[in-house]
């Protein structure tokens, strides 16, 4: 397991691969531009991202971490159950709460998954929904 780093840290990380560290700052541009009322912070050794509203460090919008043959997007365990069909038809592999999400996956997609999690999350959570993330419905 990797240890703790401060946020930016996983950002900058020379030891990682240009093209992976590419689409981590990818992500992190999109969750922003879709849902900007966010903070960041790392937990499980892996940079969040959180809604400024929500009050219990159990309350994420989403993780990532760059992995050596795709990059892992953690959502909630609810986001992989609802959205099955739409992942599998995607072609994305899951695990418990993690999406694995090739390298060269097309950008366009990989914002229309970042914004599926996002409004399920907030939905989860019972937070309310703003109208940059109702289009992801």
Wanted: no cysteine.
């Amino acid at each position: 397991m990797t240890p703790a780093r401060n946020f930016e840290a996983y950002f900058d990380d020379h030891e990682i691969p240009a093209q992976h560290l590419a689409q981590m700052q990818l992500v992190r541009q999109y969750v922003h531009e879709i849902y900007p009322a966010i903070t960041e912070r790392v937990a499980y050794a892996m940079p969040g991202f959180y809604p400024v509203e929500g009050k219990k460090a159990t309350e994420t919008l989403l993780f990532i971490m760059a992995q050596k043959n795709w990059l892992g997007i953690y959502a909630m365990p609810t986001f992989n159950a609802t959205y099955q069909e739409f992942l599998a038809a995607e072609g994305l592999q899951t695990g418990k709460g993690s999406i694995q999400v090739p390298y060269d996956y097309p950008a366009d997609k990989l914002r229309q998954l970042i914004g599926k999690i996002i409004l399920e999350n907030l939905r989860h959570f019972d937070f309310q929904v703003p109208e940059s993330v109702l289009p992801f419905a």
